[in-house]
């Protein structure tokens, strides 16, 4: 990728990090949805559950209405609407014979306070479980689905973002699920409950307590769009101060050798100071809201016993000062339910995004498993007039990183691919491990197309061993063995000894259970080395392809992996990219490559007759070696 | 192959790491800490000044109100007409009014404070992180320091804005509350109040599972996190040896333990409202029968009951808040004094009272009878018994097998690490001595593995200028032979070089890090294997500009090869720590020791 690219691409990576999104999106939610569709009865249960929990939500309120009244010994002149819809039930509330009323209505009420909190816990619960539920099986497909990725996906997408994808995005879709979208729609629908039963209970007192509802409504939106852009500012800040934390905690050697803590602290001090203000102002509108809503609440309440007080009865009174706190509960909160939807919408649309990427690289239908080879294997690697660029066939023709290569390897040969930087000698192994395909020309093995062999067997008999050679947190043997059940402990060893590996893992107090780090940092680069060269081995594979490491070893090192790779490419057919020719001399034949193309082939004695690139390339390492570095004084 | 002594060093490093960095004293740590959250809030004094005044009026008001309510429907009770009524019920509007004021005032003032002192904890750690010597790199993981820089500081913010207002608030809220309640009708009062107490119990033991389970969580996401990374990073592996599904396995086992932890979690969050509207439940049931049978007696008013509801529903967030705040509070203590260990580590590298009035150097360095142990390694010395004379304007190779001590050596003169024993001196002054800024600002190095920062190439060559000159810049890119490849570069000096230098290939990042060190004009220029990953023409061409640059400045040059140094005006052979042969290259080749077997070997690898 280019740098430009990589510029566009972080800056609307930065972009997309801060994007909050909608707060509805019809289209991802039914994307969602498929996710929630195999827990469809736990959201029935929820859903089901609603109304119960409204009904016994209300009955406590009802209860103490009924019993004030009776315990004052109040008989209303006219019984209210409320009172008349709910004649049918109304029997419920007379004890039965020999019980004291107020022992069965405080009974009552309890009985159902307990179902209250009872129902609601079961409610809560479900709704969580299901969304944490339908949450790991997206990540499960997140998962799956980024193995399958071809490998230049990663060369542009950090690895950084695509931990987020599984990590922090996931969890904000799921948030939705606690508190987004279904608490949202639960609490307007109890406020519209509260509402009605107001109604029904006093008309007029109803209409002109919720008259303060409007102008809330107005209030409450204002300050949610401030809140929200002082949110997105918040948001934007902190992570940038954490980014700038991590990147000079990491870089301080350098940032001390060049004596730059000053200039430094300034701008980190601008950073900090500037999140702290868009904290301040969001902080004035959340504050705000909650003072406009208590105010709301208390106004509310004035008005009722402005209006109510001797007209009303005082059970009616208590009815509707208990039903309004209820009624202004949810719009405290509001703002934060629907800051929650906005973040779990660009979070479900960036994760979205990544499972719409195609995989480049998937196997045919009719492709040849393991096991079912067509003629014995031997390992005879063809290229065919291949051509090849990162980025499918180039606009340019400069872009192209192969061009028209191609070259035969027989069974059991040893070659070896050397030219400048860029000539495209990696690419060629990453092609014949099938991490990309060629653009034009094909590559076979065993006069079988690649493409015609699962991902499967073909990684089977081709084994790569990678300049940089990745280790995995876990035991030594684990990392030799990679979780293969026919690789056992005996084998292992077995592998480690004939590559020389085993001096110096017998060597630790574990033994082959010796823990590597994360990507063996505590191991040298030699050592690595020669456990990737056990892996290697260790895997049987029919040909090897091999990726000279260039990182600078000790000498006494080298000559162990020097030793190390001889054992492992006898009897295979081996590729081996080299960086210095040295090491080279003896394979059977050489091929140069320049510009992606091969420029001339033959054994080490052959080219350097020819006196072409080879000869030059030869030299100039050789000489290199031999100039002064230091010719001071 | 047997472990070599850096090696072994280094091991001893890791297993220092893995125990835990400070034991100490627990009590003098509480103390420490606490004493530091105290000087924060008292350096933001008029903030909580402010706010703890207006907390008093506000709960005056809240008090109040329910107070206000009753009064206003006794009017009914007591036969008043309407107009009184009326006149009571503006009460209530006016108290409600002046309420939310103060509530906006002490809300925002509480928060804002909080937010004031995350901020300065902030800077103050990051200046304290700015101090402290590689040491401190070396013992502490990077994660670690993340952790507190993060998650600590927001823990103390919890602690300072929801916690204090909490802390503070509710006391005072109660004490009003209770009160009245109290005067109004003592027996009722002491019905209603039993259970509050144990609630807090309640409501604090929930608000430790819901702790314990988010800690469950964090550590899960931590461990997906990891599995992710690693996973990911290593790709062309798991793709190479055909991996997915054993990897695919690893990964759902973490996710369903994750899933696990996410239910422990959501069952404690679940039995949060259920548990709050408990009590406010029982306390009803007391009142209905207790204070139903006072009204049926017509010991109490229906007024005075709808006041007591009123206070009862007050009392229950407070109260349930006070168990989670007892959470937040204990939380935010341990942050504090993680912060606060982070924070009083004296940085050990800094200009003390006998710093010397150095301005500038000339160049000479001399090591007296050094010693080197990197901390926490189990006493392993990286360095022994080590005396050398560079003289100023000289070149000195440093060579040997790796984990011999090159760079620890090297690293010494800038004064990344502190010396332990024995002298380090710069024109003949003990590097101690020397003022950091002069000592630093005289001295380039060019580190293994160079670090490169997220900036444009040009910011990253101009690091150590004041500013970013384009002259300087582009000298020093041609000095180090970047200057061509810069050509290539789309946006050419203004190109990001991404995280570390990710856009760049292994030699370019390289050259960049020369280029860096070459901008700087130093008097010492220290070079610690810069060129491995540069190709063989380009290392060519490096070599015969550096010849130019070198002429009149000290330098030292590292490596692991002989070639590399051979035309240097001294070379020093190290091997474990200690300095084994010293000379010309002529006379350590004609000596046939370890020199001479590197050179030997290093050049039949080569074919030569």
């Known amino acids: 990728m280019s740098a430009s690219e990589a510029r566009s691409s972080a800056t609307e990576a930065m972009h997309e990090e801060e994007a909050l999104g909608k707060a509805y ?39 103490i209405k009924v019993g004030l009244n009776g315990a004052i010994g109040e008989v209303q002149e006219r019984p209210t609407r409320l009172d008349q819809w709910l004649e049918p039930v109304s029997g419920v509330l007379d004890a039965p014979a020999g019980l004291d009323p107020l022992w069965w209505l405080a009974g009552l009420y309890l009985v159902s306070a307990l179902l209250y909190s009872g129902l609601q816990y079961v409610n809560m619960y479900v709704m969580a479980r299901t969304g944490q539920a339908a949450m790991r099986d997206l990540r499960r497909d997140v998962f799956e689905h980024i193995q399958k990725l071809h490998l230049g996906f990663f060369d542009r997408y950090p690895v950084g973002r695509l931990v987020t994808r599984c990590t922090n995005d996931v969890e904000n879709v799921a948030e939705m699920f606690s508190s987004g979208i279904v608490a949202l729609v639960g609490d ?25 509802v409007p102008p809330l409504a107005v209030v409450a939106l204002v300050f949610r769009f401030k809140v929200r852009a002082a949110y997105r500012l918040v948001r934007v800040r902190i992570a940038r101060i954490n980014a700038y934390i991590q990147e000079n905690v990491t870089g301080m050697r350098e940032v001390q050798l060049f004596t730059r803590e000053e200039r430094i602290r300034a701008e980190f001090d601008e950073m900090n100071s500037a999140h702290r203000d868009a904290w301040f102002m969001s902080i004035r509108y959340d504050s705000g809201l909650f003072a406009v809503v208590e105010l709301a609440q208390s106004l509310t309440v004035a008005i009722i016993l402005w209006r109510a007080t001797g007209l009303a009865s005082a059970g009616t009174i208590y009815l509707f000062i208990d039903l309004l706190r209820r009624f202004f509960m949810p719009l405290r909160d509001l703002s934060a339910k629907y800051s929650v939807m906005q973040s779990s919408m660009a979070s479900a649309e960036r994760i979205f995004q990544l499972l719409d990427t195609e995989p480049d690289i998937e196997d045919r239908r009719d492709a ?75 590559i076979l093995l065993d006069g ?41 402990a005996a084998r292992v060893a077995q592998v480690a000894h004939a590559v020389q590996a085993h001096r110096f893992v017998e060597a630790l107090p574990d033994g082959y259970a010796s823990e590597v780090r994360e990507r063996g940092s505590n191991f040298s680069a030699g050592q690595r080395q020669l456990l990737s060269f056990a892996r290697a081995l260790a895997h049987g594979a029919d040909v090897i392809v091999l990726d000279e490491a260039t990182s600078s070893i000790d000498a006494e090192t080298e000559a162990l992996v020097q030793q190390g790779l001889h054992t492992l490419m006898e009897g295979r057919t081996a590729l081996v990219v080299a960086h210095r020719l040295s090491t080279i001399e003896d394979v059977d034949r050489i091929y140069v490559l320049e510009s992606g193309a091969i420029v001339e082939h033959g054994s080490h004695a052959e080219l350097m007759t020819r006196h072409g690139l080879y000869e030059r390339l030869y030299h100039l390492q050789y000489e290199t070696q031999q100039r002064s570095p230091t010719a001071a004084a | 192959m047997g472990l070599r002594p850096g090696a072994r060093a280094y091991r001893g490093l890791v297993s220092a790491m893995s125990e835990p960095v400070t034991a100490g004293d627990a009590a003098a740590g509480r103390r420490s800490a606490l004493r530091r959250l105290f000087s924060y809030i008292a350096r933001n004094k008029r903030y909580y000044g402010v706010w703890f005044a207006t907390t008093l009026v506000y709960t005056l008001g809240f008090v109040a109100l329910p107070r206000l309510v009753g009064w206003t429907y006794a009017a009914h009770e007591q036969g008043l007409g309407a107009d009184e009524i009326v006149r009571r019920a503006k009460w209530i509007a006016l108290v409600a009014v002046l309420t939310a004021g103060v509530r906006f005032f002490s809300r925002t003032l509480v928060f804002n404070a909080a937010r004031e002192i995350e901020y300065e904890i902030r ?107 690693e996973s990911i990073a290593g790709i062309a592996v798991v793709k190479a040896y055909a991996m997915e599904g054993v990897t695919a396995r690893r990964f759902e086992k973490t996710n369903q333990e994750l899933y696990r932890r996410q239910l422990g979690i959501a069952r404690a969050v679940a039995s949060m409202p259920a548990i709050v509207g408990l009590l406010p439940a029982m306390a009803m049931f007391v009142v209905l029968l207790v204070g139903g049978q006072m009204i049926v007696d017509e010991q109490m008013k229906p007024s005075e009951f709808i006041t007591f509801t009123m206070y009862i529903y007050q009392l229950t967030f407070p109260t349930f808040l006070m168990g989670w705040v007892v959470a937040l509070v204990q939380r935010g203590a341990a942050s504090m004094q993680r912060i606060d260990e982070l924070l009083s580590i004296e940085p050990s590298i800094a200009d003390g009272p006998d710093t010397a009035a150095v301005a500038a150097l000339r160049g000479e360095i001399e090591f007296r009878n050094l010693r080197f142990t990197y901390p926490g390694s189990g006493g392993d010395p990286v360095l022994a018994d080590l005396d050398l004379h560079v003289p100023a304007g000289t070149t000195l190779g440093v060579v040997g097998p790796v984990g011999s001590g090159k760079s620890t050596l090297v690293s010494l003169i800038p004064r990344l690490f502190e010396l332990d024993d ?132 000290t330098v030292v040059v590292v490596s692991s090869r002989v070639s590399a140094v051979r035309n240097a005006d001294r070379i020093v052979v190290l091997d474990a720590g200690r300095i084994v042969e010293a000379g010309r290259h002529a006379e350590l080749v004609a000596e046939g020791g370890l020199y001479a077997r590197l050179a030997r070997e290093q050049a039949a690898e080569r074919g030569a």
């Open chain 2, 422 to 553: 024995g002298q380090l001196l710069i024109d003949g002054v003990d590097v101690n001595r020397i003022p950091l800024r002069v000592l630093r600002s005289n001295i380039a190095m060019v580190p293994q593995e160079a670090f490169l920062f997220s900036m444009t190439l040009a910011d990253n060559v101009a690091f150590g200028l004041p500013r970013t000159e384009n002259d300087a810049v582009v000298r020093a890119s041609e000095r180090a032979q970047l200057a061509k490849d810069v050509a290539e570069l789309p946006h050419g000096y203004e190109t990001v070089v991404g995280e570390r230098g990710v856009m760049l290939s292994g030699g370019q990042r390289q050259r960049t890090a020369l280029a860096r060190a070459l901008a700087l004009d130093p008097r010492i220029l220290i070079l610690d294997d810069t060129l491995s990953a540069v190709d063989a023409e380009t290392e060519a061409a490096i070599r015969r500009e550096l010849d130019v640059v070198f002429r009149g400045r």
């Open chain 2, 123 to 229: 800077d103050d750690l990051f200046a304290q992180l700015e101090k402290l010597p590689r040491s401190f790199y070396f013992e502490w993981r990077t994660g670690d320091i993340m952790s507190r820089c993060v998650n600590d500081v927001n823990a103390i913010r919890l602690l300072l804005g929801v916690g204090l207002l909490n802390v503070i608030s509710t006391p005072i809220l109660y004490f009003g509350a209770l009160g009245v309640m109290f005067s109004m009708n003592p027996v009722l009062t002491l019905w209603v109040v039993a259970p509050y107490p144990l609630f807090m119990l309640v409501a604090r033991t929930f608000g430790r599972g819901i702790h314990h389970w988010s800690l469950l969580v964090q550590e899960g996401l931590g461990d997906l996190s990891n599995s992710l990374q």
């Open chain 1, 25 to 63: 999106d019809g289209r991802l939610l039914l994307r969602l949805w498929r996710y929630v569709a195999p827990y469809r009865w736990q959201v029935a249960l929820t859903l089901g559950l609603i109304v119960p929990l409204f009904l016994v939500e209300i009955a406590p309120a009802w209860i």
């Open chain 1, 368 to 442: 040849l498993a393991l096991g079912e080879r067509t003629a014995a294997p031997s390992g005879v690697v063809e290229f065919e007039n291949v051509w090849f660029a990162y980025s499918g066939e180039p606009q340019d023709e400069a872009d192209w990183v192969l061009r028209d290569v191609s070259f035969r390897v027989a069974a059991g040969e040893r070659i070896a691919l050397v030219g400048p930087t860029g000539a495209g000698k990696t690419s060629v192994l990453k092609l014949l491990t099938r991490l990309y395909e060629p653009v034009r020309g094909r």
């Open chain 1, 188 to 212: 307007l629908l109890r406020m519209l409950g509260f509402a009605a039963i107001l109604f029904l209970e006093d008309a007029t007192l109803a209409l002109l307590t919720l008259l303060v």
């Open chain 1, 448 to 488: 079988v197309d690649l493409r015609d062999y699962t991902q499967d067997h073909l990684r089977r008999r081709v084994a790569m061993v990678l300049q940089d050679v990745f280790l995995f947190s876990g035991s030594i043997f684990e990392n030799i063995a990679l979780d293969r059940d026919d690789i056992d």
